[in-house]
């Protein structure tokens, strides 16, 4: 009896936790919100190609024109699935868009290390020295939801990474604990940056923008590196 039930369901249900990009807007400037994005996916295209990404209203006082928005980021690759933080209008008018709407602050999605003074260019025509870059050093654990960022320099970790954390770094990733969660190295293009960890059981690992997902990378127990090789991530362990 239950083997025939069984055969004649269409679906089950299951619950199960996904990390998306969130994109968080700062204000409703279309040509300013497309330029910006443009350059952050030459930065890391392969990294942002057909992308499920959640906008985040929370930080606008007015509503935007949410059409225009979604097909902004759907011409640069990106898939928009939902959006948080927007007044009653804009909810509405995205749940009649076929969006999703999520009803978690951005306190929620995302607790954000912010760079130090140091890392943070005093203007945007201000050019960093060799001798400015410097690496950036946590000594706690990075916990699900967290995202660190080493602009210019190397990101070293001390301790673990959660699932749901994400490393991203101009330079290499140090990680003298578990990697989980996402680590994206050489962000700004170095194809040389290298990933190390004590142990490797990530959702995502980025080269330079090239990636592998969790469903092709093979667990390692010990201590590994993960490189680039022409344009495919390889990942071995050191002895």
């Known amino acids: 009896m239950t083997d025939n039930l069984l055969k004649l369901q269409a679906f089950k249900l299951k619950g199960r936790l996904y990390t998306f990009t969130v994109i968080q807007l700062l204000n409703a400037d279309k040509a300013a919100f497309e330029q910006q994005l443009r350059e952050v996916i030459l930065k890391a295209p392969k990294l942002f190609d057909n992308t499920p990404v959640v906008l985040d209203c929370s930080a606008l006082e007015n509503d935007i024109d949410l059409d225009v928005f979604c097909k902004i980021m759907r011409e640069n690759n ?4 939902g959006i948080q933080g927007a007044k009653p209008l804009l909810a509405t008018l995205a749940q009649c868009s076929g969006l999703a ?16 003074p140091e890392e943070v260019a005093s203007s945007s025509d201000e050019l960093i020295s060799h001798e400015e870059l410097k690496t950036k050093l946590l000594t706690t654990p990075v916990r699900s939801g967290q995202q660190v960022v080493s ?8 301790a673990s990474v959660s699932h749901g954390a994400e490393l991203l770094a101009d330079g290499n990733i140090h990680v003298y604990g578990a990697l989980r969660g996402r680590a994206l190295a050489g962000i700004s293009g170095d194809r040389n940056a290298r990933i190390f960890c004590q142990s490797l059981d990530a959702e995502l690992i980025s080269i330079a923008g090239f990636y592998k997902l969790s469903d092709v990378i093979e667990p390692h127990a010990g201590p590994c590196q993960i490189y680039l090789q022409g344009d495919h991530i390889q990942v071995e362990p050191l002895c």
């Open 78 to 81: 990106l898939l928009p699935v």
């Open 151 to 158: 602009k210019g320099g190397d990101l070293v970790i001390t």
């Open 101 to 116: 709407v999520f009803h978690g602050s951005s306190t929620h999605d995302k607790t954000l290390i912010e760079e130090s």
